[in-house]
């Protein structure tokens, strides 16, 4: 049953997952355990990226190709569309006469203030540390279709880093997908909850390469988190030293040293063997551990007292300036 303020399924029998992700093998394994079906449909980039079952059906475009297959193989009404990391884009004729209105995403943030991507990364930097689970209909926008069913919880202080809180989510989301399959099992009427159009945020998408240079003006607190935002799994926020990219990973804020001036900001103070201490715009330093080369090797040891991180200008704009997208088939030049 759909109608414009209810969603439910009266016999699901099937579910149809649209994209990839890393843990598709434990969604799976949820839907078997509750004696339902399961199919992935992909895309080239997804299905290389997460290594993907050879059983797996691949459509890099919604044509009619695309829509004859579903309309043979699915009896719509048993079969839930859920978009998992899709890479299409899905407008209003594909919503309507592909899925007959019956496409869901989940989103691992809270909406409207949260729509996009690269979420992680932009929760470090606005220090967020509320983990929102959160399931919607599919529209023609971005993040925008009605919601169905959500659940929040707080970070635990150990949660910092972008693999961390990754690790958080996805353990949340498992247990949230179940629930939400189960509701759904158990033939449960859902009140659409219509996003306000006067609120919301949007968060393009980004990439480690081109967004994580280091603006050593900011603050303490912002530079910390900027560079939090692209560790582990990423390869660290990225700048200059001696004339030569690297790659900084495992850094602090330290206040145990003395004040700075904000000349002083990327010069290494202090060579301790293990670690650095980088001075910053205000009274906080930064301990570095880990300074990596463009070939993944740590030259934190062969660094001294009196040189100087430093980002040019143009490296500044060029992360401001490019916007980042994905098709199907990857990163978008």
């Known amino acids: 049953m759909i109608d414009k303020n209810l969603f439910k399924i009266d016999d699901l029998k099937s579910v149809v997952l649209l994209g990839g992700e890393k843990y598709l093998d434990k969604i799976i394994k949820i839907n078997k355990n509750l004696k339902l079906n399961t199919e992935v449909i992909s895309c080239s980039d997804q299905i290389k990226e997460f290594n993907l079952k050879k059983n797996t059906i691949k459509f890099d475009k919604l044509d009619n190709n695309f829509k004859k297959y579903l309309l043979k193989k699915y009896n719509f009404d048993k079969t839930l569309?859920?978009?998992?990391?899709?890479?299409?884009?899905?407008?209003?004729?594909?919503?309507?006469?592909?899925?007959?209105?019956?496409?869901?995403?989940?989103?691992?943030?809270?909406?409207?203030?949260?729509?996009?991507?690269?979420?992680?990364?932009?929760?470090?930097?606005?220090?967020?540390?509320?983990?929102?689970?959160?399931?919607?209909?599919?529209?023609?926008?971005?993040?925008?279709?009605p919601i169905l069913f959500s659940k929040s919880t707080i970070l635990s202080r150990d949660v910092v880093l972008p693999g961390e809180i990754e690790d958080y989510r996805v353990k949340k989301f498992l247990e949230f997908y179940e629930d939400f399959l189960k509701l759904i099992k158990n033939k449960k009427v859902f009140i659409k909850k219509y996003q306000p159009k006067y609120l919301g945020r949007y968060n393009p998408r980004l990439n480690t390469k081109i967004n994580g240079w280091i603006d050593w003006q900011l603050n303490s607190f912002e530079l910390i988190n900027f560079i939090n935002a692209f560790e582990n799994p990423y390869i660290g926020a990225s700048t200059l030293i001696n004339n030569k990219k690297v790659y900084i990973k495992k850094a602090q804020l330290h206040g145990g040293d003395s004040s700075n001036h904000a000349f002083m900001t990327g010069l290494i103070s202090r060579h301790d063997g293990d670690w650095l201490i980088v001075s910053t715009v205000d009274k906080y330093s930064l301990i570095i551990e880990v300074i990596n080369d463009v070939n993944g090797k740590n030259i934190l040891k062969s660094l001294k007292a009196g040189d100087r991180f430093f980002t040019p200008q143009k490296n500044l704009e060029s992360a401001k300036s490019v916007r980042i997208k994905y098709g199907t088939r990857g990163l978008k030049k």
Do not use: C
């Open 81 to 145: 569309f859920i978009s998992l990391g899709a890479r299409w884009i899905f407008g209003k004729d594909t919503i309507k006469n592909f899925f007959k209105n019956k496409l869901i995403n989940f989103h691992g943030a809270r909406l409207p203030y949260d729509s996009g991507g690269g979420g992680h990364s932009w929760k470090i930097m606005r220090n967020d540390r509320i983990d929102n689970q959160l399931v919607h209909i599919v529209d023609e926008g971005i993040d925008s279709g």
